[in-house]
T-cell receptor, first 113, second 111 residues
C-alpha cells in the first residue's frame, strides 16, 4: 500500500512570510497527526485529527499555526507569519485501530531565514 | 518527571547487543512504542508494548517494561551497521497530550 505522502519536501522562506504543507494519509486511516521536529529533538505533537474533527491541538501555537482536514482525508498545515524558531521538520502521520500504530511521512524540512 | 527521558548517545560494536533505555512519565499510559529514524527519513515503528505486558520479543528486538519504575528498554541482539539510527521511545498517555516522544538515542554501530 502507498505510504503517507507529504509535500513539499523542502521549503525556505523569510520570516514573516506564510507557508503551507500538505499531507495525504494512508487510505482508510481515520487518525492524522502533525508533528514538529526541531533538530536534535523528538517530534512534538501539534495537532491530532480523528476523521475531520480535532482531537488534540493543545500544543498548536494558534496565533500563527492553523490546520484543517477537509473531508477527513488530506490535511494542510499553515504557518502565518513564520518566525525563525519555526525552522524544523514537519512530520505527518496517520493511524488506524486501537494500537495507534502511526505511519510517518518523510517530512517537510522548513528553513526560516 | 514531565518529560520522556532517554540517553542521547550509544555506541556499540557490530555483533554486540545494544540496550536503549527510556523513562516515561505516565504510569497509566496504555501503549509504549519504539521508533527508528534514519537520516533524512520519517519515523518507522519498530515495536510497541501494551502496558499490561512485561516483555515482548520480535526477532532481534526485545522490549522490557517496568511499570513500577516507568522504565522501558529496547534490546537489539547482534547489532548490525544498518541499525545505526536514532531511536525514539513514545508513550500514548491517557490524560493530557496523547503522544509524547523522548529526545531520541543516537545509536552508532562500529565495525
Amino acid at each position: 500500500e502507498a505510504g503517507v505522502a507529504q509535500s513539499p519536501r523542502y521549503k525556505i522562506i523569510e520570516k514573516r512570510q506564510s507557508v503551507a504543507f500538505w499531507c495525504n494519509p494512508i487510505s482508510g486511516h481515520a487518525t492524522l497527526y502533525w508533528y514538529q521536529q526541531i533538530l536534535g529533538q523528538g517530534p512534538k505533537l501539534l495537532i491530532q485529527f480523528q476523521n475531520n474533527g480535532v482531537v488534540d491541538d493543545s500544543q498548536l501555537p494558534k496565533d500563527r499555526f492553523s490546520a484543517e482536514r477537509l473531508k477527513g482525508v488530506d490535511s494542510t498545515l499553515k504557518i502565518q507569519p513564520a518566525k525563525l524558531e519555526d525552522s524544523a521538520v514537519y512530520l505527518c502521520a496517520s493511524s488506524f485501530g486501537e494500537y495507534n500504530e502511526q505511519f510517518f511521512g518523510p517530512g517537510t524540512r522548513l528553513t526560516v531565514l | 518527571g514531565e518529560d520522556v527521558e532517554q540517553s542521547l548517545f550509544l555506541s556499540v560494536r557490530e555483533g554486540d547487543s545494544s540496550v536503549i533505555n527510556c523513562t516515561y512519565t505516565d504510569s497509566s499510559s496504555t501503549y509504549l512504542y519504539w521508533y527508528k529514524q534514519e537520516p533524512g527519513a520519517g519515523l518507522q515503528l519498530l515495536t510497541y508494548i501494551f502496558s499490561n505486558m512485561d516483555m515482548k520479543q520480535d526477532q532481534r528486538l526485545t522490549v522490557l517494561l517496568n511499570k513500577k519504575d516507568k522504565h522501558l528498554s529496547l534490546r537489539i541482539a547482534d547489532t548490525q551497521t544498518g541499525d545505526s539510527a536514532i531511536y525514539f521511545c513514545a508513550e500514548n498517555k491517557v490524560y493530557g497530550q496523547n503522544f509524547v516522544f523522548g529526545p531520541g538515542t543516537r545509536l552508532s554501530v562500529l565495525p
